[in-house]
């Protein structure tokens, strides 16, 4: 049974009593999937005149979206990769051949979080100091965090592992004290609290050259590095830092209809101020690169119908 975060926006429209409803699967309450989430089903409730629930929930959302008891999954370009082809966390599960691609949305700029008082300037300094592992139940994070370790040529056998289920437990781990770094994407609910509850937060940045990020895109395929500069509204950041990104994606399933497809895709295009409006990150939103390929993945039609009317595909 999911958890239903209870964001029916829909329900709360005025003139959407009759609106199909869709459910958006993002990740648990305050990580920045789940924020996006809020601000994506606010955008189809006025722009699109769709019932739109964000569920949030521990795992990854992929198997709800597969079956059918969800529509969409905000989630990032490599993990939906893998979980299409059966091919990292998802290795030996086959083929998954009814998920579709809607477009990409916003990069995760994802970092590495120590206390402002800690010491820790690099991430090679995390060599023997208390690290999250494990993520039984987002296997992605862990993969995200050993590809943070293996950019400073470090591995989780050069720290020590303190298991947790998924992103969220990571954070109140990391302010109760029990690991020594927190991993989170920028601009999350959670680092905000986090910086608020330590007194602080110092970002660790990336080693951009050529060597390390083989090491970090071994592990995730499509990664990037994007420099972030100081920013209010980014925590732990006092000067131009480099940092890992990817692209975070609206993931569906072949048998939501059409023209659903179609009407999430134009409202996700034409209101940037809005999505901006609800969830600042939104801010790095280019709707001109909604169509860029996602490998393994194939293009829903409803989304195609709606690129190629305004020109994003041939």
């Not at 999250?132 to 591995?155: W, Y």
């Not at 790095?284 to 993945?297: E, H, S, T, Y």
């Amino acid at each position: 049974m999911k958890l239903v975060q209870g964001l029916a926006l829909g329900l709360l429209a005025a003139g959407a009593a009759g609106a199909q409803t869709i459910g958006i699967v993002t990740t648990p309450a305050g990580s920045f999937s789940n924020s996006a989430g809020q601000a994506i089903a606010k955008a189809l409730v006025d722009s699109a005149k769709l019932r739109a629930v964000v569920q949030a929930q521990a795992s990854t959302g992929f198997e709800e979206v597969e079956s059918g008891s969800a529509d969409f999954n905000v989630s990032n370009a490599f993990d939906a990769t893998f979980f299409s082809t059966g091919t990292g966390e998802y290795q030996g599960r086959g083929k998954r051949p009814v998920m579709r691609y809607v477009g990409a949305l916003i990069p995760y700029r994802v970092a590495m979080h120590v206390r402002a008082d800690s010491g820790i300037t690099t991430i090679r300094d995390l060599k023997g100091k208390r690290v999250s592992s494990d993520f039984n139940a987002q296997k992605t994070i862990g993969r995200i965090v050993e590809a943070h370790l293996a950019n400073a040529g470090l591995s989780y056998g050069d720290v020590v592992k303190v298991p947790a289920p998924n992103v969220v437990r990571q954070a109140e781990d990391f302010m109760s004290g029990k690991v020594d770094v927190l991993f989170f994407a920028l601009g999350s609910a959670a680092i905000k609290q986090a910086n608020a509850s330590v007194g602080g937060l110092r970002v660790l940045e990336v080693d951009t050259s050529r060597a390390a990020m083989r090491r970090t895109e071994a592990l995730l395929p499509g990664a990037y590095v994007m420099r972030v500069s100081p920013n209010p509204a980014l925590d732990g950041i006092t000067k131009p830092t480099s940092l890992i990104a990817f692209d975070m994606v609206l993931i569906t399933n072949a048998k939501v209809s059409d023209e659903v497809v179609y009407r999430v895709a134009k409202a996700l295009h034409d209101n940037k101020q809005d999505l901006v409006a609800t969830f600042p990150p939104f801010t790095l939103f280019q709707p001109q690169n909604m169509a860029k390929a996602l490998k393994g993945v194939p293009m829903h039609p409803g989304a195609v119908r709606y690129y190629k009317e305004i020109g994003l595909v041939k």
